[in-house]
């Protein structure tokens, strides 16, 4: 009785795991956690592309709190640019896109260089977040590296600003003076192509805490 409750149990496990493997690889997501103006190494937005399974991409590109804080009025996602393979064949009929937004291919994202397709927002058209789909593409015809412009927030730290904190010469003379920060919006490109990687659901490794007991268990009363 109990080597069937375990092989029942087992084949469950190994289904559940089939299952939870097939809905992670539906979703992945990558940080920008470069720019070039603001510091290295922090997570500033989140990439999650999702494969709906009916040969589409859905994209969503969202702000994360280092730049959320900083938000002054009209913020948001002004541009967004990613990698595809030689194998990924998409005209601008191919994207579902925010209202008086544009699709360009082969175009600039500041000092990132060139991407092989850039959406383009207008000042009064930014998105936080910014979504949109591809019809045409699977996972396989991504590359990792993304880019995106994002306009509208302060770049005053701790009463001063970015600008003349990026200078040494004003720093070691001493030329950078405090000042009450005035809301003045500013903008930055962010870059990056870290993959965030999904841990398994913890009730799951439960689950498989508890066949391997009763395996133990089935094991010991054989003894």
Same mark, same amino acid.
């Given at each position: 009785?109990?080597?069937?409750?375990?092989?029942?149990?087992?084949?469950?496990?190994?289904?559940?795991?089939?299952?939870?493997?097939?809905?992670?690889?539906?979703?992945?997501?990558?940080?920008?956690?470069?720019?070039?103006?603001?510091?290295?190494?922090?997570?500033?937005?989140?990439?999650?592309?999702?494969?709906?399974?009916?040969?589409?991409?859905?994209?969503?590109?969202? $702000?994360?709190?280092?730049?959320?804080?900083?938000?002054?009025?009209?913020?948001?996602?002004?541009?967004?640019?990613?990698?595809?393979?030689?194998?990924?064949?998409?005209?601008?009929?191919?994207?579902?896109?925010?209202?008086?937004?544009?699709?360009?291919?082969?175009?600039?994202?500041?000092?990132?260089?060139?991407?092989?397709?850039?959406?383009?927002?207008?000042?009064? $058209?930014?998105?936080?977040?910014?979504?949109?789909?591809?019809?045409?593409?699977?996972?396989?015809?991504?590359?990792?590296?993304?880019?995106?412009?994002?306009?509208?927030?302060?770049?005053?730290?701790?009463?001063?600003?970015?600008?003349?904190?990026?200078?040494?010469?004003?720093?070691?003379?001493?030329?950078?003076?405090?000042?009450?920060?005035?809301?003045?919006?500013?903008?930055?490109?962010?870059?990056?192509?870290?993959?965030?990687?999904?841990?398994?659901?913890?009730?799951?490794?439960?689950?498989?805490?508890?066949?391997?007991?009763?395996?133990?268990?089935? $094991?010991?009363?054989?003894?």
């Amino acid at each position: 009785m109990m080597n069937s409750i375990f092989r029942i149990l087992g084949a469950f496990l190994v289904v559940m795991l089939f299952l939870v493997s097939r809905s992670e690889a539906a979703t992945v997501q990558y940080l920008l956690n470069q720019s070039n103006t603001l510091a290295d190494n922090v997570d500033y937005l989140l990439v999650t592309i999702l494969d709906t399974g009916e040969n589409r991409l859905d994209f969503q590109v969202e $702000t994360l709190p280092a730049l959320n804080e900083k938000a002054q009025d009209n913020f948001g996602i002004a541009a967004f640019g990613f990698l595809l393979g030689s194998d990924a064949d998409v005209t601008v009929n191919d994207f579902l896109i925010p209202d008086k937004w544009k699709v360009q291919f082969n175009k600039g994202m500041s000092e990132a260089g060139n991407f092989d397709v850039r959406l383009l927002g207008t000042g009064n $058209t930014r998105h936080d977040p910014l979504k949109f789909s591809v019809l045409g593409l699977d996972f396989d015809d991504i590359l990792p590296g993304f880019a995106a412009h994002v306009a509208g927030f302060s770049s005053a730290v701790d009463g001063y600003s970015v600008a003349a904190l990026s200078s040494p010469i004003a720093v070691i003379s001493g030329a950078v003076a405090k000042f009450e920060n005035t809301g003045t919006a500013s903008s930055a490109f962010f870059y990056g192509d870290s993959l965030v990687t999904v841990p398994v659901p913890a009730a799951l490794w439960l689950f498989g805490s508890g066949v391997l007991f009763l395996g133990r268990l089935s $094991t010991r009363r054989r003894i």
